[in-house]
């Protein structure tokens, strides 16, 4: 008969090595089971800025071109032909062009020599846009992680999003107090500077990846959506991208308001008066359309005992209606409550 009893030689090897690897092994899986969510988040997603670098080092080989097609050529094999994946998004949504880029770099040399070294220091700033997205994970429930991609734009955009994926127009969103913008026209100067910065610009089109049930929009819930954007990312993370719109619109806030329920009334599909307008607007602030749906966005929110519900209706899109008759905001910008300054 075999000896079933494990020698003294077995019990040993088992104690001196099997049971310490195992112990090891037991304490690895323990400590990575209980590790922060935010490391996985951290490696589950991507800031691309190596579209930044390939513009720059494209405008770099400028000098040898001798013709405008030479140089043409040079923004488009360098620059636009190696796009990242992220950036080829970006490209189709804004139909970019190495013709336009070539038009606007010889427009406005002081310009691009100013916010050249605010672009290449985007990448040094990933960890505040780090802090911004723990802020949305901590805060927002069943917030989803975008993506990120900075570029170089043809200073016609500073941010947008496609599904899951942020892309920032870098030209327009690093944009400081610093940059020259004497040659710019006056709307891209009232802009440049003003729109808090790229961590801002972050957080705002993070809040529009995180909608959904979007539609074609009337003024009303295009206003909402775009307000909503702003307030919920100010609300979280204590940024907003509309400095200046809020400062007007907070201190014209009823006049607005009549003006934009007219609009409502007689116009209800036209956004150009109230958003993404550009050069468009004549004597006062572009965009307002943003502050009006910041304050019907706030004033729904101040109403709503369960917060947790409300952002979430904040970003259903197909509930904008619904949000602004429960904000009742349209008694609010011209009652004897309302803030003293606004007209």
Not at 63 to 75: G, M, P, R
Not at 98 to 105: D, G, N, W
Not at 126 to 155: D, H
Request: proline share 5%.
């Amino acid at each position: 008969m075999a000896n079933t009893q494990p020698s003294k030689q077995r019990i040993n090897f088992f104690k001196h090595w099997t049971l310490p690897l195992l112990c090891r092994a037991i304490r690895v899986f323990s400590i990575l089971t209980v590790l922060p969510t935010t490391l996985f988040c951290q490696q589950a997603y991507k800031i691309e800025t190596a579209d930044i670098d390939n513009f720059w080092r494209a405008c770099d080989q400028l000098h040898t071109a001798a013709t405008e097609a030479d140089s043409i050529q040079i923004i488009q094999t360098e620059y636009i032909d190696k796009a990242t994946p992220y950036f080829k998004e970006f490209l189709r949504i804004r139909k970019f062009t190495a013709p336009e880029y070539v038009k606007l770099l010889k427009r406005y040399p002081k310009y691009w020599q100013s916010i050249r070294p605010l672009t290449e220091n985007i990448a040094n700033r990933k960890p505040e846009i780090e802090q911004v997205f723990e802020k949305f994970r901590n805060g927002l429930p069943g917030f989803k992680q975008p993506n990120v991609c900075f570029a170089i734009g043809c200073l016609r955009t500073g941010g947008t999003v496609s599904k899951n994926l942020i892309l920032i127009g870098s030209e327009i969103a690093a944009a400081d107090a610093t940059v020259q913008t004497s040659e710019l026209s006056p709307w891209l100067q009232s802009i440049m500077g003003n729109t808090g910065d790229i961590v801002a610009m972050i957080a705002h089109e993070t809040v529009h990846t995180q909608q959904f049930n979007r539609r074609k929009y009337s003024l009303l819930t295009g206003c909402i959506s775009e307000g909503s954007a702003d307030f919920i990312a100010e609300n979280l993370t204590g940024l907003n991208i509309n400095p200046i719109i809020h400062d007007y619109g907070n201190k014209h806030e009823c006049t607005l308001w009549k003006m934009f329920e007219k609009d409502m009334a007689d116009t209800p599909r036209d956004m150009s008066r109230w958003l993404y307008q550009g050069k468009g607007s004549e004597g006062r602030p572009a965009d307002l359309g943003y502050f009006i749906g910041y304050k019907i966005a706030e004033a729904y929110f101040t109403k709503q005992s369960n917060k947790g519900k409300a952002l979430k209706t904040l970003l259903n899109c197909k509930k904008y209606p619904t949000v602004y008759k429960k904000s009742n905001y349209s008694q609010e910008p011209c009652s004897p409550k309302a803030k003293t300054g606004s007209d």
